[in-house]
């Protein structure tokens, strides 16, 4: 018997697909060309018009009256003779991905049809469009007859020129809001956010002495992980086609045990396409600076330099849609989700954060002598204290049906949240809480290699510590808890909050104390000393997986929210919606929609999951095992005709061993489809997730169980879906 897969197979065999590309280009040639940037804004913008623009972009201000057309107008002949026909409002609702609705430049130039078109973009059409807010997750703030809501253009962030086959689009970065005014995207509250820390920040710099600053904004780089995949295999897998993950699939002979695919050498096939991408990266402005081999086999990591926190989130969902398009076109399929591949490692997107000045100083630089340098200390301080008491906030950045699959195992932080800042830089911050009796010197060390003629190197401050979903490594902290296929606005909008909050609560203890009459250093001395004491319980330096830092936790307080629904319970608490309110972040009404709309996404995710185990275990896979059943029945009867002992013979055992698992299996997959039935028809998101998670993803485990076991067992000719030793090797 022959099959999809087999021919597949054959086929692969004979020809290997390679699609090479152009790599002679020249990156500083083509860096940006296709972004309206501050440079071509300058050559084409009346001097007092750019002027004005620059200053809203740099320092958050308000757009000028009249200045709209000017800009919409300039834009639009920069993207016309670059090939453009259409522009786009493109924005981020609650879908998890962008979303936009295209424009003509173009229209009729008359109602005299005298066959001219005009082209048009006024400062109105770039500033606001209109999609159909009840056709995107709202949560309640708009029912199915409120059709009307809001995108505007964000100044902060460049429009860009997207090119494909039949053409090019002009992109405007915007917000998405109801006609009522609530956010219903991702980019307003980080917009606001940023507005936070900055104000909290600058109060902390002003008492500092420090008045050139004009505003604080977060700097983010975010590493992005990814597998590629041979586009053929997907091709004949529904699951991975439909929901970025196998559903079905035994472990492969080899995974990543021989530790021999990270930072191995690139294959040429992959190679190429990495090339590809960095070039189409390269010509919207996305600083791409890393590429390399992921621990698992067919993983892979990209990274770029850092950026405004806005930009690099834009960039960051850009590059997402590029990887994804730039595989098809190279023969692979891409696959970001956090688990497409049971027993190997799945992907993150560690989001390297820290606090920048309008002068371009890192405020979480330590310099040489961090203990002298009581700015940054007091920043450090605000880190430790914003992370202990909004643990829950920040996990509520992380959730999602398939980061439920990796946060917790031994590939990826712990749900816990805890802060790693090596041995030195926890010692200085004990000494000034008085928990350490003895004074710690600070220095950086020399590496000692034994090798003459190697050059010497100084040690970092710390190690790095893969288990901590937050550690400082240098100059900024890396929060390494975010999911692949997610986008990092959420975990940035928490941390800038959270940090807020923190930076008032600071100021307002330095201000107090300066108020009484106490100089700046004793002021900050006895915050710091206070502060520090309180917060030291969110430090920890050593193995996150461990059993014992589990128990360790608990004792200090931490909470352990372990999968996405109990973390989801807490959204409408009081100490998430307080400070989220209180920042002007996000709204009661808007928190409460945020919290319908996760737990409507959770069960969705998780519910095509479910119909799609249920509908290959019965349409695909449990056929070809009745088919090898029956084979395996020939034989056993042919044995018995021909031997004598043959009635216990390893024949009939091989036959009821599948059989067994066969019959398991349909009967995994009855109850699977009946659970789900029920499920379905219980009323209130919340106890629908509950139900999904406690009962439905067992028997979905259960069902994978039996296919698995089965997949061992069958005849390889006989078995349907590609298998792992094929996907990732």
């Known amino acids: 018997m022959n099959n999809s897969r087999t021919a597949l197979k054959t086929a692969m065999a004979m020809s290997e697909p390679f699609c090479f590309t152009d790599q002679s280009?020249?990156?500083?040639?083509?860096?940006?060309?296709?972004?309206?940037?501050?440079?071509?804004?300058?050559?084409?913008?009346?001097?007092?018009?750019?002027?004005?623009l620059e200053k809203v972009i740099k320092t958050n201000g308000t757009l000028q009256e009249g200045d709209a057309d000017v800009i919409a107008s300039a834009m639009k002949d920069w993207a016309i003779e670059n090939g453009a026909t259409h522009y786009t409002h493109w924005f981020q609702p609650m879908t998890g991905v962008t979303a936009e609705k295209h424009d003509s430049f173009f229209s009729p130039s008359s109602a005299h049809n005298d066959g001219n078109l005009l082209n048009e973009f006024s400062g109105k059409m770039l500033i606001k469009g209109e999609p159909d807010a009840s056709s995107f997750p709202s949560?309640?703030?708009?029912?199915?007859?409120?059709?009307?809501?809001?995108?505007?253009?964000?100044?902060?962030?460049?429009?860009?020129?997207?090119?494909?086959?039949?053409?090019?689009?002009?992109?405007?970065p915007s917000v998405f809001i109801s006609y009522t005014g609530e956010s219903l995207d991702r980019k307003t509250p980080l917009l606001r956010s940023n507005e936070a820390v900055s104000k909290q920040a600058l109060?902390?710099?002003?008492?500092?002495?420090?008045?050139?600053?004009?505003?604080?904004?977060?700097?983010?780089?975010?590493?992005?992980?990814?597998?590629?995949?041979?586009?053929?295999?997907?091709?004949?897998?529904?699951?991975?086609?439909?929901?970025?993950?196998?559903?079905?699939?035994?472990?492969?002979?080899?995974?990543?045990?021989?530790?021999?695919?990270?930072f191995g050498s690139i294959n040429e096939r992959i190679l190429s396409f990495m090339a590809d991408v960095e070039k189409q990266m390269f010509s919207l402005g996305i600083p791409a600076k890393t590429r390399h081999n992921e621990v698992a086999p067919a993983q892979f990591e990209l990274a770029p330099v850092f950026e405004p926190v806005n930009l690099a989130i834009d960039h960051n969902m850009l590059t997402m849609q590029i990887l994804r398009n730039t595989a098809e076109k190279h023969g692979f399929y891409c696959l970001l989700h956090e688990k497409p591949f049971a027993g190997v490692n799945g992907s993150g997107k560690?989001?390297?954060?820290?606090?920048?000045?309008?002068?371009?100083?890192?405020?979480?630089?330590?310099?040489?002598?961090?203990?002298?340098?009581?700015?940054?200390?007091?920043?450090?301080?605000?880190?430790?204290?914003?992370?202990?008491?909004?643990?829950?906030?920040?996990?509520?950045?992380?959730?999602?049906?398939?980061?439920?699959?990796?946060?917790?195992?031994?590939?990826?932080?712990?749900?816990?949240?805890?802060?790693?800042?090596?041995?030195?830089?926890?010692?200085?911050?004990?000494?000034?809480?008085?928990?350490?009796?003895e004074s710690k010197e600070w220095k950086q060390d020399i590496m000692q290699i034994g090798i003459t003629s190697l050059p010497h190197f100084s040690k970092d401050v710390s190690d790095r510590n893969r288990t901590s979903p937050f550690a400082f490594t240098g100059n900024k902290f890396e929060f390494r808890a975010v999911g692949s296929s997610a986008s990092s606005a959420p975990a940035n909008i928490a941390l800038n909050t959270a940090m807020a909050s923190a930076l008032?609560?600071?100021?307002?203890?330095?201000?107090?104390?300066?108020?009484?009459?106490?100089?700046?250093?004793?002021?900050?001395?006895?915050?710091?000393?206070?502060?520090?004491?309180?917060?030291?319980?969110?430090?920890?330096?050593?193995?996150?997986?461990?059993?014992?830092?589990?128990?360790?936790?608990?004792?200090?307080?931490?909470?352990?929210?372990k999968d996405s629904v109990s973390v989801l319970k807490q959204y409408n608490t009081d100490d998430i919606m307080n400070v989220l309110t209180h920042y002007q972040v996000l709204n009661e009404r808007e928190l409460l929609a945020r919290q319908d709309i996760l737990l409507e996404n959770y069960i969705r995710d998780i519910h095509v999951e479910i119909k799609l185990?249920?509908?290959?275990?019965?349409?695909?896979?449990?056929?070809?095992?009745?088919?090898?059943?029956?084979?395996?029945?020939?034989?056993?009867?042919?044995?018995?005709i021909l031997l004598q002992d043959a009635a216990n013979g390893f024949e009939l055992q091989y036959y009821r061993t599948v059989r067994e698992n066969t019959e398991a299996l349909y009967h995994?997959?009855?109850?699977?489809?009946?659970?789900?039935?029920?499920?379905?028809?219980?009323?209130?998101?919340?106890?629908?997730?509950?139900?999904?998670?406690?009962?439905?993803?067992?028997?979905?485990?259960?069902?994978?169980?039996?296919?698995?076991?089965?997949?061992?067992?069958?005849?390889?000719?006989?078995?349907?879906?590609?298998?792992?030793?094929?996907?990732?090797w």
Not at 26 to 52: A, D
Not at 225 to 251: N, P, Q, S, V, W
Not at 525 to 548: C, H, M, R
């Open 350 to 437: 560690h989001n390297n954060w820290s606090l920048c000045d309008s002068e371009g100083n890192n405020l979480l630089d330590p310099g040489q002598t961090p203990m002298d340098n009581a700015q940054f200390l007091v920043f450090l301080c605000a880190v430790l204290r914003a992370v202990r008491k909004n643990a829950v906030l920040l996990r509520l950045a992380t959730i999602g049906a398939g980061n439920d699959h990796r946060l917790g195992a031994n590939e990826a932080p712990p749900a816990i949240l805890s802060v790693f800042l090596g041995t030195q830089l926890t010692a200085v911050i004990e000494d000034i809480a008085d928990i350490s009796h």
């Open 504 to 561: 008032d609560e600071i100021a307002i203890e330095l201000e107090t104390e300066l108020t009484k009459g106490a100089s700046l250093t004793k002021a900050v001395n006895s915050t710091l000393k206070k502060f520090f004491k309180e917060d030291l319980a969110i430090v920890f330096n050593g193995n996150g997986y461990s059993q014992e830092w589990q128990e360790e936790a608990k004792k200090r307080g931490l909470p352990d929210l």
């Open 139 to 172: 949560g309640g703030i708009r029912s199915t007859f409120e059709a009307r809501g809001y995108t505007a253009w964000d100044p902060t962030s460049p429009v860009f020129l997207l090119e494909n086959t039949h053409g090019k689009t002009l992109y405007v």
């Open 668 to 728: 995994a997959l009855d109850a699977l489809d009946k659970e789900h039935k029920r499920v379905d028809s219980l009323h209130g998101a919340l106890p629908r997730a509950e139900e999904t998670r406690d009962t439905l993803i067992p028997l979905m485990n259960k069902c994978r169980y039996f296919a698995d076991t089965l997949e061992k067992l069958v005849d390889d000719s006989i078995w349907p879906l590609p298998k792992y030793n094929e996907m990732l």
């Open 203 to 262: 109060r902390i710099l002003r008492l500092f002495g420090n008045t050139k600053a004009g505003n604080v904004y977060p700097m983010v780089g975010i590493e992005q992980e990814y597998f590629l995949i041979d586009r053929r295999h997907a091709a004949l897998r529904d699951d991975l086609k439909l929901c970025g993950r196998t559903l079905y699939g035994a472990m492969s002979d080899k995974g990543q045990e021989l530790e021999d695919h990270y």
């Open 613 to 640: 185990t249920h509908s290959m275990g019965k349409e695909i896979i449990l056929p070809a095992c009745m088919a090898y059943l029956n084979t395996l029945a020939e034989s056993a009867k042919n044995a018995q």
């Open 25 to 52: 280009y020249s990156p500083n040639k083509i860096y940006g060309k296709n972004v309206f940037s501050l440079r071509i804004m300058q050559e084409r913008l009346p001097k007092n018009v750019f002027t004005r």
